[in-house]
């Protein structure tokens, strides 16, 4: 009989020993928990990190193939127009828009027989690069990621004449059947607010021909710096910056690409490809 308790009391002594008492298995729990939320927010940093690389990496390629884009179109320009003239633009969509050339608009005239302008020489295009309100793409963009209220925009017009000795910025001021293209997503403008935002043709970026250009010795185009706001000046290359905005805080962090672009600068003499 002894023995037999003796027995039993070992047993439920080892059992007690072999397993966890409750306030033990809370100390257990509360230190997985804590292992677990450590782990989680190293996790976190790390696709935040991701992420903002990737955003980066979006912005530079965005702001590197829009300058590119700009650079194709201005190098094949006859003309470019300069800042602060006006253009009326009667749109394929119906609707009509009033563009001012400046630091958010750049408007140049192509040839026909270039790459942006089909055709077989006998007229030109008209392209305008422009910043406008995301708001015009709405339903497109509306569930994609942005930084900035703000996109990049094309507008194009085909078969337009521009007459012999005359000069486009007043000559040439309506374009008709103009059709729209979304270039870039999330630009930073140039305004008050960002005075080192994108800026496209203002004063300070257009640069005109080193000489002058006659039309029946009279001179109707010029070469002086302080007329290049002027219809009658002879933009000869640009220097246009895009600024692309990524990341929260409403794009606290942004891309910069600029460069110096050379345009033909070729006055309306005859037509742009003769044969």
Known sequence: MINVEN?????SNTNRQAGFSFIELLISMA?????????????????KVTQGQGNAAYATMAARKSLLRITDIVSQAHYIYPSG??????????????????????????PEGTTYC????????????????????????????HASNSILVGWRAFNLTWFKETVP???????????????????????????NGTNLASFDHLFVSRTNTTFDNENLFSNYSE?????????????????????????????????????RAIPRVSLPNPN
């Open 227 to 263: 007329n290049k706001n002027q219809p009658n000046s002879l933009i000869a290359s640009i220097e246009p910056r895009v600024v692309i905005a990524y990341g929260n805080n409403g794009g606290s962090k942004k891309v910069i690409r600029e460069s110096h672009i050379y345009a």
């Open 31 to 47: 230190i997985f928990g804590l292992i677990m939320l450590g782990l989680n927010s190293l996790l976190g940093a790390s696709n």
């Open 169 to 195: 910025s007043t000559a040439l001021n309506t374009w008709d059947d103009v059709k729209i293209e979304l270039l870039v997503d999330s630009v930073v403008p140039h305004d008050e607010n960002n005075p």
């Open 118 to 145: 089909p055709g077989n020489g006998q007229s030109y295009c008209g392209y305008i690069i422009s910043v406008e309100d995301r708001t015009m793409f709405e339903s497109f963009l509306a569930n994609s990621k």
């Open 85 to 110: 003239q006006v253009i009326s633009l009667e749109l394929s969509t119906g609707g009509t828009k009033e563009m001012v050339t400046g630091e958010n608009a750049l408007a140049i005239l192509l």
């Open 7 to 11: 027995e039993l009391t070992i047993k």
